[in-house]
C-alpha cells in the first residue's frame, strides 16, 4: 500500500486547459485534471460540453449543483450506514495478493486486451439472468482469485468503485464533481453453489453498497478496526462515444480524442479495470501493477476463458456449478502444463550407476596420487588412492561381521573417516544411516528403534567412541583416522564388491515427524545418482574445483558437496569450525541463506565461483547482494527439494541483476513436477496449488511407517509410478519455472532445518508438565511455543525439550497462557497469536522495577528503549537491572537496534 499524504491545493491549479499548435492544420487542446476536483464521468460531461461549444452548439440545460449532492449526503444517518459496513465486514478474513509477489524494483506496468466474446452477448446473457454487466464482471474477478490463492479460499474480498450517481437526485447523471468512492466487496466461494445462484447474490449487494457507499475507505477502515483487507480494485467503466453527448457529422469527426495521460496503479498493489465499449460491441480489460506483463497477460487470457465459456456453453448458468467453473483450464494451456510437468529426458548411459561408483570411478593409475580430501582443521590430506583404499578396508570388516542387517549408523562429525566409514558401507552393499552427534540422545536412540535395530551396528571416530557405546551398546566399530592414514594408495586391497542394485537402497534420513516420531526417508543408488549427475551438469565443474562440504552429516544436502567433486576429480574441502577460511580456499560450496548472510562481505571472499544455496528460501536482496560483489561473475545456485524427493528435485540459477523472481526453476532430468489442487487436478499458470514430485528421485515411502506414507504417497494420476505431495505451495509462472511461495500446512524451514511444528507442540503436551495445550508459531525468525494454563514452569520444560529435541527444534520462547485463543469455529487462531506483541521468555532470569523511582532517569529511558527495540507493549513494566536483555527474547538483531536506539539519545 502507497502512503496516504495530503495534495497541496496552493502548489498548482487542480485545472488547467492549455492550447497548443502543433502545425498549420493541427491544434491540441490539453486538459489537466487533478481527480479531487472531477471523476471520470464528470470528465465526459465536460468534453462533452467542450465539443458543442466548439462547434456553436447550445449547452444542456443547467445540471444539479455539487452543493446539492453534498446537502443529499450530508442529511444521511451516519449511524446506519457506519452499522451497515460493521455487519457487512464482521468476520471478514484476509484476501492476500496473488500468488506471484511483486519486487518493489520492478516498474509499474499495464497490459490492456479486448476480450473475445462480443459486449452485446454478454449483456443478453447478463439480462436473462437478471444482474448487470458490472456484477457479472465482479464474478469473474472473485472467481479468479479464489482459483488462483488455492482451494482452501472459501472467501475473497476487494475494493471496487462505486460512481456515487445512483441516489436520489433527479439530474445527478449530468452533475458535474467527483462522487466516486472505493469500498470493499465480499464474495463468498461454495463450490456447490449454481453460476446463476452465486451471481444473483453478488448483485443483491449493489443496493446496500450503493446506499452506503459515500463515505470513504478511511472512515470504513476506522469503524470496523480493519486496515485495507484486499490487494486489488476493480474498476467498471463505460467508454467516452465518439461524439461525446452530440450527433456525429463531418465537422464533428474533424475534432478527434487522444488520449496520452497515465494510469495511476492506487493504493492497491493490483487494479483491474473493464471498460464497456458499446460502439464497437466490445470489453476491455486492463491490468495495472507491478507483477509483470506476462503474469498479467495470463490473468487476461484465464478471465476471456471464463467469460465465453459461461457466456457460450448456456443460456443460462443454472447447470453449472461454482466449482465446475474453478476447475476450467484453457486446452491450450493445459498442453503448455503437461509438458512442463513431464520435465527432461537423460539416460546416462556409460555413467556410474551406484553412489559409491561415482568415487571408486577415480581408480585410475594416473588419479589416485590426486588430493581427494583436505580438512582445514587438521594437517591430513587423503587422496583419491587412499580414500578407495581405505573404504574398501571397511566394506571387507563389514562383512566379515557376523551381521545380517542391513543398516550401518554413521556417527560422526564431517571428517575424513565419515567419508571412509560412508564408502565402505555402500562398497558392502549396506545401507548408510547418518547420526549427527549433536542430536539429543533420546532422538538417537528413537531412529534405532524406528529401523527395528535392537543391537544395531555403529561406525564411530575415537572422539565419539564413549558417547557411542552408552546410547548404543557394544557394537560399536571406530574408524580410526591416524591408523586409516596407514594405508596408501600403493597398498592394494583384494576386493570382491558384493552385487549391489541400483535400486537398493543407499542412504537413510530422518526427517521431523508430526506425531513427535521422526520419519526415516530412504533413498535409493539411482536416485542419488541422478541428482549429483545432473547437477554437475548444470554446474559444469571440473578437475580443479575446490569444494566446501558446511552441511551437517544428517542432512541429505550433504551428499551434493560430497560426491560432486569425487567424482569430477575435484578436491573436496572440510572446514572445521573455521567457514571464514573455508570460503577462502574454495571455489564452490552448498550454504543456507542464513549462513550466507551470516558470511558477511562478499568481497573478502576472491576465490568463489559457484555458491548453492539451499534449504530454505533465498531473497532476491541476498542474491543480489552477492551477485554485485563479483560483478555478476559469481554463479548462484538456488536448490529445492524435499528428503523424501533425494536432495533436490528442482534447481535454478539466479540472474540475481535483474529484477526476475527468485523461483525453484525447473526439474532436474528424470523427475517430474505438477501443481495440483486438493483433488490432484491440475491448476492455472499462475494459480496456487501444491508442489507434487513424481519420478527416479522419489523414494518409495518412510521406512516401517505405512500409515505415515500413505498420506503423502500416491500413484501418479498421469503418468506411472509414485507422486510425492510436498505440502509446499507454489504455482507455475509464465516461463515454465516454479514458485515456492512456502508450506501448505504448518511444517517450517527456519534457519535450514526443516520443523514440524505440530511435533514440538506433541512434545510439549507429552511432557510430565500438566501442559493442556501447545502451539507453535514462528514469529520474527524464532520458533515460539504457546502453552497452557499458565501456571507451566517455563524452565523446566525448556530443559526438558533441550534433551528430547534437537537444538533447533527446541523453542526460543515459550509463552505460558491461560487459554489458547480460538476461533468462531473452535480452531486455534494462530493469526490472534501472532499478532501478540513479540513474546519474550518468561524465565527466572527476568525481574521487573517494583518501583521505578528508585532508579534514575537515564536507567529509566535506556529500559524504554530495551523495551522499544525488543518491541514489547508500551505499558510493559521496566526491567530490573539485574534483567539480562537475551533472556527477555533479544537478539543479536535486536540488539544493534537497540544500541541503534541509545545512540540516537
Excluded at 464521468?41 to 462533452?48: E, R
Excluded at 490473468?299 to 443460456?315: E, G, M, N, W
Excluded at 491448476?683 to 508442489?691: D, L, T
Amino acid at each position: 500500500m502507497r502512503e496516504r499524504g495530503f495534495v497541496d491545493l496552493t502548489s498548482e491549479p487542480l485545472l488547467r486547459v492549455q492550447l497548443l499548435q502543433q502545425n498549420n492544420t493541427r491544434h491540441l487542446c490539453l486538459i489537466t485534471i487533478h481527480h479531487a476536483v472531477l471523476d471520470a464521468w464528470s470528465i465526459d460531461i465536460v468534453l462533452g460540453e467542450v465539443r458543442r461549444v466548439y462547434h456553436g452548439l447550445p449547452l444542456t440545460t443547467k445540471p444539479v449543483s455539487y452543493a446539492e449532492f453534498l446537502n443529499h449526503v450530508a442529511k444521511v444517518d451516519p449511524t446506519q450506514t457506519q452499522s451497515f459496513w460493521k455487519e457487512y465486514l464482521h468476520g471478514m478474513e484476509p484476501t492476500p495478493d496473488l500468488p506471484i509477489p511483486k519486487l518493489d524494483a520492478n516498474p509499474v506496468e499495464s497490459v490492456t486486451h479486448r476480450l473475445s466474446t462480443p459486449l452485446r452477448s454478454i449483456s443478453t446473457w447478463c439480462g436473462k439472468l437478471g444482474i448487470t454487466v458490472n456484477s457479472l464482471l465482479r464474478g469473474l474477478w472473485a472467481l479468479l482469485l479464489g482459483r488462483y490463492l488455492g482451494q482452501d479460499t472459501c472467501e475473497v474480498t476487494f475494493a471496487v468503485m462505486v460512481t456515487g450517481r445512483d441516489g436520489e437526485i433527479d439530474g445527478i447523471d449530468e452533475m458535474v464533481g467527483l462522487t466516486v468512492n472505493t469500498v470493499p466487496f465480499r464474495v463468498k466461494l461454495e463450490r456447490a453453489d449454481s453460476m446463476d445462484t452465486w451471481l444473483k447474490a453478488i448483485h443483491a449487494q449493489s443496493g446496500p453498497l450503493m446506499d452506503h457507499g459515500h463515505v470513504g475507505l478511511l472512515d470504513i477502515e476506522t469503524w470496523t478496526n480493519q486496515k485495507s483487507p484486499f490487494q486489488s480494485m476493480l474498476v467498471n467503466s463505460k467508454s467516452r462515444t465518439k461524439g461525446f453527448g452530440i450527433a456525429s457529422d463531418a465537422v464533428a469527426d474533424k475534432l478527434q480524442w487522444v488520449s496520452k495521460g497515465g494510469y495511476n496503479q492506487g493504493n492497491f498493489p493490483l487494479t483491474v479495470g473493464f471498460t464497456e465499449i458499446p460502439v464497437d460491441d466490445d470489453l476491455e480489460v486492463k491490468i495495472v501493477g507491478n507483477h509483470g506483463k506476462t503474469y498479467f497477460a495470463g490473468l487476461i487470457t484465464y478471465l476471456d476463458f471464463c467469460l465465453s465459456t459461461l457466456v457460450k456453453a448456456t443460456d443460462t448458468a443454472s447447470d453449472w456449478t461454482l466449482g465446475r467453473m474453478l476447475d476450467l483450464i484453457p486446452s491450450t494451456e493445459l498442453n503448455r502444463i503437461a509438458i512442463w510437468s513431464q520435465g527432461t529426458h537423460a539416460s546416462y548411459d556409460g555413467k556410474p550407476r551406484l553412489v559409491h561408483e561415482l568415487v571408486t570411478g577415480n581408480n585410475e593409475e594416473s588419479k589416485l596420487a590426486d588430493i581427494a580430501l583436505e580438512s582445514l582443521d587438521s594437517p591430513l590430506i587423503l587422496t583419491y588412492g587412499e580414500l578407495i583404499s581405505q573404504s574398501q578396508l571397511i566394506a571387507q570388516y563389514l562383512l566379515s561381521l557376523d551381521y545380517s542387517g542391513q543398516f550401518v549408523f554413521l556417527f560422526f562429525r564431517h571428517s575424513s573417516a565419515f567419508l571412509v566409514a560412508m564408502l565402505g558401507t555402500l562398497m558392502a552393499g549396506k545401507t548408510c544411516v547418518p547420526m549427527n552427534v549433536e542430536h539429543a540422545s533420546e532422538r538417537l536412540v528413537g531412529m534405532t528403534q524406528t529401523l527395528g535395530e535392537a543391537h544395531p551396528v555403529v561406525l564411530t571416530s575415537q572422539d565419539h567412541r564413549s558417547t557411542a557405546q552408552e546410547l548404543f551398546g557394544d557394537t560399536i566399530f571406530c574408524v580410526d583416522e591416524m591408523t586409516l592414514s596407514a594405508v596408501t594408495s600403493k597398498s592394494r586391497v583384494e576386493w570382491k564388491p558384493p552385487h549391489v542394485n541400483p535400486s537398493d537402497i543407499a542412504m537413510v534420513y530422518f526427517t521431523s515427524g508430526s506425531t513427535g516420531k521422526p520419519k526415516a526417508v530412504p533413498q535409493r543408488h539411482e536416485s542419488i545418482v541422478n541428482c549429483i549427475l545432473g547437477t554437475i551438469e548444470l554446474l559444469n565443474l571440473s578437475k580443479d574445483c575446490r569444494c566446501l562440504q558446511t552441511f551437517n552429516i544428517g542432512f541429505d544436502g550433504s551428499l551434493l558437496m560430497l560426491f560432486m567433486p569425487l567424482y569430477v576429480g575435484g578436491t573436496l574441502v572440510l572446514p572445521g569450525d573455521n567457514m571464514i577460511q573455508g570460503l577462502n580456499r574454495t571455489d564452490t560450496c552448498i550454504l543456507t541463506p542464513s549462513i550466507l548472510q551470516a558470511a558477511g562481505d562478499p568481497k573478502q571472499y576472491n576465490g568463489l565461483r559457484t555458491v548453492v544455496v539451499g534449504g530454505e528460501p533465498l531473497s532476491h536482496a541476498l542474491a543480489k547482494k552477492w551477485s554485485q560483489a563479483y560483478d555478476g561473475q559469481l554463479k548462484i545456485i538456488n536448490g529445492y527439494g524435499p528428503t523424501e524427493t533425494t536432495v533436490e528435485s528442482h534447481i535454478e540459477v539466479v540472474h540475481s541483476r535483474s529484477n526476475s523472481l527468485i523461483s525453484i526453476g525447473r526439474t532436474l532430468p528424470n523427475v517430474q513436477c505438477y501443481i495440483l489442487d486438493d483433488a490432484l487436478r491440475m491448476v492455472p499458470i499462475g494459480a496456487m496449488g501444491e508442489i507434487c514430485i513424481g519420478g527416479i528421485g522419489v523414494c518409495n515411502g518412510y521406512l516401517h511407517d505405512e500409515r505415515r506414507s500413505r498420506n503423502v504417497f500416491v500413484s501418479n494420476p498421469f503418468d506411472s509410478g509414485i507422486l510425492y505431495r510436498t505440502g509446499d505451495q507454489g504455482c507455475w509462472l509464465p516461463d515454465g519455472r516454479v514458485y515456492c511461495k512456502g508450506r501448505k500446512d504448518n511444517q517450517v524451514k527456519l534457519r535450514g532445518f526443516r520443523i514440524e511444528l505440530a511435533e514440538v507442540e506433541s512434545w510439549c503436551e507429552r511432557l510430565n508438565f500438566n501442559i493442556q495445550q501447545a502451539v507453535a508459531l514462528v514469529v520474527n525468525k524464532q520458533l515460539v511455543t504457546y502453552v497452557s494454563p499458565q501456571s507451566v514452569d517455563v524452565d523446566k520444560v525448556k530443559e526438558s525439550l533441550s534433551q528430547a529435541l534437537p537444538y533447533y527444534m527446541v523453542p526460543t520462547h515459550i509463552i505460558p497462557l491461560d487459554d489458547i485463543p480460538k476461533t468462531r469455529n473452535g480452531k486455534v487462531d494462530r493469526r490472534a497469536l501472532a499478532e501478540y506483541p513479540l513474546p519474550r521468555t518468561l524465565t527466572s532470569d527476568i525481574t521487573y522495577m517494583d518501583n521505578a523511582s528508585e532508579f534514575g532517569e537515564t536507567y529509566r529511558m535506556v529500559a524504554r528503549l530495551a523495551l522499544q527495540a525488543l518491541q514489547c507493549a508500551e505499558d510493559h513494566p521496566l526491567p530490573s537491572p539485574s534483567t539480562s536483555f537475551f533472556a527477555m527474547g533479544g537478539d543479536s538483531i535486536s540488539a544493534v537496534t537497540f544500541s541503534s536506539l541509545c545512540r540516537k539519545q
